[in-house]
């Protein structure tokens, strides 16, 4: 079993509420977070699949076409939105970096070919705060 991994960056706005929560509840559990007016990051998005080498190519998958795949799907999807309000695939979800990774994996998976499968996302929010999430 060989694993490949893709960087990806892309920059976001989000803010961390609970609609069904008072301000200074929302304030209480996500500080700074629940800043009425947005925060942003700037996020180093990993991708991890795994599989077997083709004989023919020596490649597991071609990581131009991982590179492809992770723009179009989740990149381009990303880059420069509000997560909150701009991103159909987080639309109702609370915007946290565990949420965000897990709808990236659900973006992702469907598109691998055959024989490549997803192994990890792992998702860096700041320099010191990352996700890894790895399926179900």
């Given at each position: ?5 893709r ?11 609970n609609?069904?929560w ?16 947005w925060?942003g990051?700037?996020f ?10 083709n ?7 071609d990581?131009?076409?991982?590179s492809?795949l ?5 990149v381009d ?9 701009d991103?159909?695939f987080m639309?109702?979800k609370?915007c ?5 990774a897990?709808?990236?994996?659900k973006?992702?998976e469907?598109?691998l ?18 996700v890894?999430?790895?399926g179900?």
């Open positions: 079993m060989v694993y490949l991994t960087l990806e960056h892309f920059n976001a706005a989000h803010k961390l509420f609609p069904n008072s301000k200074e509840k929302n304030e209480e559990v996500f500080g700074i977070c629940a800043n009425e007016n925060h990051h700037n180093e998005l990993f991708v991890t699949i795994k599989g077997e080498v004989p023919d190519t020596g490649f597991l998958f990581v131009k076409k991982l492809k992770m723009k179009e799907h989740a999807k990303l880059d420069h939105k509000n997560l909150n309000m991103v159909d639309r109702g609370m946290s970096t565990e949420n965000l897990v709808e990236i994996w973006q992702l469907p598109h070919p055959q024989g490549v499968f997803l192994h990890c996302v792992k998702l860096y929010e700041t320099p010191r705060i990352y890894e999430y790895f179900g």
